[in-house]
Each structure stands twice: as C-alpha cells, then as structure tokens.
Nanobody, 123 residues
Framework: QVQLVESGGGLVQPGGSLRLSCVAS????????MGWYRQAPGEQRELVAT???????NYADSVKGRFTISGDSAKSTVYLHMDSLKPEDTAVYYC?????????????????WGQGTQVTVSS
C-alpha cells in the first residue's frame, strides 16, 4: 500500500511564502516522477510543477519564477517552495507520484495522489 502525505499548507498574506512537503511511503520499487497539482473552487485540477527522477523540472507558466520544486530521493520526498504568493494561488494542492511497483514478478507504473493540502493567500 502506497501513501502520499502532504504538509505545509495554510493561510499566508499576498507576497508571502510557504513550503509544501510530500512524503511517499509504502511498498514501491522506484519513483519515476513526483509533482504538485492544484484545484481552486469551481476549477479543474491543473499542473503546478513536476520533478523527474533524472532531475528535470516543469512548471506552469503562472508559477514560473515564483515556485521551486525540489526533491530528496533518500527520503522519498518532494517539496514545493512558493514565493511571492498571490490570491490566485489559493487552491487545494495535491501531491502526485508516478511510481514503479513490483508485483507478481512484474513491474508496473502506477499513479498515486495525496489527500491535498489547502493553501489560502489572503490579507
């Protein structure tokens, strides 16, 4: 059983900073990529940033230059450092992991989601 647990959300004033963390635990062979998505009320879930096992990153245009994704493979953890936060960054932020699972003598690529953490940017 694989579990993703996020932490670090909260209320912050415009211009402030937050750091989100996501830890992957359970039985998996390897991490292919991890990332962050967000969903605002009434909106579809959208990509924020991703980080591959090879170190490649990808950011939504709306967060480039303000958000930084990083990881600690030894801890199976991905971080999202958010600076210069804006009210439009308000959303539930979800961690995503693309993992390789070893099961019944085969390897499978599977996708997992965390439960989400609320980020609210407001004065």
């Amino acid at each position: 059983q694989v579990q993703l647990v996020e932490s670090g959300g909260g209320l912050v004033q415009p211009g402030g900073s937050l750091r989100l963390s996501c830890v992957a635990s359970g039985s998996f062979f390897s991490i292919n990529a991890m990332g962050w998505y967000r969903q605002a009320p009434g909106e579809q879930r959208e990509l924020v940033a991703t980080l591959t096992s090879g170190g490649s990153t990808n950011y939504a245009d709306s967060v480039k230059g303000r958000f930084t994704i990083s990881g600690d493979s030894a801890k199976s953890t991905v971080y999202l450092h958010m600076d210069s936060l804006k009210p439009e960054d308000t959303a539930v932020y979800y961690c995503n992991a693309d993992l390789t699972i070893y099961r019944t003598n085969n390897y499978f690529a599977e996708d997992y989601w965390g439960q989400g953490t609320q980020v609210t940017v407001s004065s």
